[in-house]
């Protein structure tokens, strides 16, 4: 943080200058005895909590629990690692418990408030000197001289708790809002799971078709639509190559009739394709996935329209499908394999115990409602009506949330700038000046420091 961004009455010192204790934790061993000690690590903070119960004890000597037992108020650091820089704050009541050595704990000195600095370790000021701390080779790390040495900005003591009491209330706004936004997504998958059962159980389309004079649809089995299956290729690693032919592989088909952009697109060489000219695609083949990587078969039977611009090769466990035009059309077998009354059958008749899969004749017999075609092109306009509706929304919501995402970062800024309490600081002058002015503050904790006696040993291991 550059001294000139602090308010005139803030000042800007050291972390090791305001800090009674910054030290590394204990090499221990979890166990599941019951000790009655917890070893609190790096993997037990997720999203800013900490699951105590799954908290797992450890063996360490009753003599040493003293030294690295957490309290209440404890700040603690992970030092290495991918979330290296990240902080959490221990509040309310807690097991008796010490913490790992790839943790750093932080006490402060009497005179700081604990709230107002793990708020400025969220900070992007602070991450920004984290940048620059933790750039280790190998694997990003900080040491305990490291974070004695980041910079902290200090306001009077009452402004900090003003400061920290406004973060709580609008930062937890943020969340709020945060976890509206993040609940959208699934509603709106469950809207387009009901328009689609709705689709196919006739409904959707209910007053149209009586409208329209059409019967009304028959039960009938995918192989009643379905004239031809061309299944894919097998190629072995040896065959790809760095370009050639496309591959598309099983679960690049995604829901909705998606096939996703290739971020590791993979390609066969022309020679290969010659022999597998018939597992070559052109552009709008409709294809299916009979095979599914994991157990939950969310992909498997899902069909999807190729639409790369160049022919691809498809490869084992993918069909292409040719339909007849006079039963079934496209986009109308496309809704129905994300229709709930489609993925239950898949899911009941899927087989396999380490990739599962449909067989082939298993795939033909699956049951589907067969609406006259000029009623299929119906349902299809008016799904994909409200599917646009539904995306327009997310999208909306994904904008919404990248700004709620940048408002914490924005929110942080301007506390740690002084600007969220600067009318305060005008309506308080008497709380910031004199005997409570931060320069002040810093002399009596320095003189506080001077009389604090550090553990035997702790100086050694933070500049380790």
Not at 6 to 32: F, M
Not at 330 to 342: H, K, T, V
Not at 418 to 440: C, F, H, M, V, Y
Request: with cysteine.
């Amino acid at each position: 943080m550059q001294s000139q961004l602090l308010p005139a009455n803030w000042q800007l010192t050291d972390l090791g200058d305001i800090s009674s204790d910054i030290s590394y934790g204990y090499t221990a061993s979890a166990t599941s005895e019951p000790t009655g000690v917890k070893l609190l690590r790096i993997t037990d903070i997720q999203n800013n909590t900490v699951n105590w119960p799954n908290v797992p004890n450890c063996k360490i000597e009753p003599e040493k629990v003293g030294k690295y037992r957490l309290k209440p108020s404890d700040l603690v650091f992970a030092r290495t690692g991918a979330t290296v820089g990240k902080s959490y704050l221990l509040k309310g009541e807690i097991p008796d418990s010490v913490y790992a050595s790839y943790l750093i704990r932080v006490r402060c000195l009497e005179g700081v408030s604990i709230e107002f600095l793990a708020n400025y370790f969220q900070s992007p000021y602070y991450w920004r000197q984290i940048t620059d701390f933790s750039a280790g080779i190998g694997q990003p790390n900080v040491n305990g001289t490291k974070l004695k040495n980041l910079s902290v900005p200090v306001p009077p003591l009452a402004e900090q708790k003003v400061i920290a009491d406004k973060l709580d209330t609008l930062l937890a706004q943020v969340e709020n809002t945060k976890a509206r936004l993040e609940r959208i997504p699934q509603i709106l998958k469950r809207f387009r799971q009901s328009v689609l059962a709705a689709a196919m159980s006739g409904r959707l389309t209910e007053e149209w078709r009586r409208y329209s004079g059409l019967p009304n649809p028959t039960n009938g089995k995918l192989s009643d639509c379905i004239e031809s299956m061309v299944g894919g290729a097998s190629p072995k690693t040896s065959d790809y190559s760095e370009n050639g032919v496309l591959a598309l592989n099983k679960g690049d088909i995604k829901e909705y009739g998606r096939i996703e952009d290739k971020r590791n697109p993979k390609y066969v060489p022309l020679a290969f394709v010659e022999s597998n000219s018939k597992k070559v695609i052109p552009n709008g083949t409709i294809v299916v996935t009979l095979r599914d990587l994991s157990q939950k078969a969310d992909f498997l039977g899902l069909i999807g329209r190729y639409q790369g611009q160049d022919p691809a090769l498809i490869t084992q466990g993918m069909y292409g499908l040719k339909l007849d035009p006079n039963v079934a059309i496209e986009d109308y077998l496309i809704a129905f394999s994300n229709a709930p009354q489609y993925r239950s059958q898949v899911k009941k008749e899927k087989v396999g115990a380490t990739q599962v899969h449909l067989r082939n004749g298993q795939f033909l017999e699956l049951a589907i409602p067969l609406f006259a075609v000029e009623e299929q092109t119906e349902i299809v306009r008016r799904v994909d009506q409200l599917f646009a509706h539904a995306d327009r929304i997310e999208q909306q919501v994904n904008n919404a949330l990248a700004r709620v995402n940048n408002l914490t970062q924005s929110i942080l800024a301007k506390a740690f700038r002084g600007e969220l309490t600067e009318q305060w600081r005008k309506d308080n002058p008497e709380l910031i000046s004199g005997e409570n002015n931060a320069e002040a503050l810093l002399e009596r904790i320095k003189a506080q420091r001077a009389a604090v006696k550090p553990a035997k040993g702790s100086r050694r291991k933070a500049n380790a």
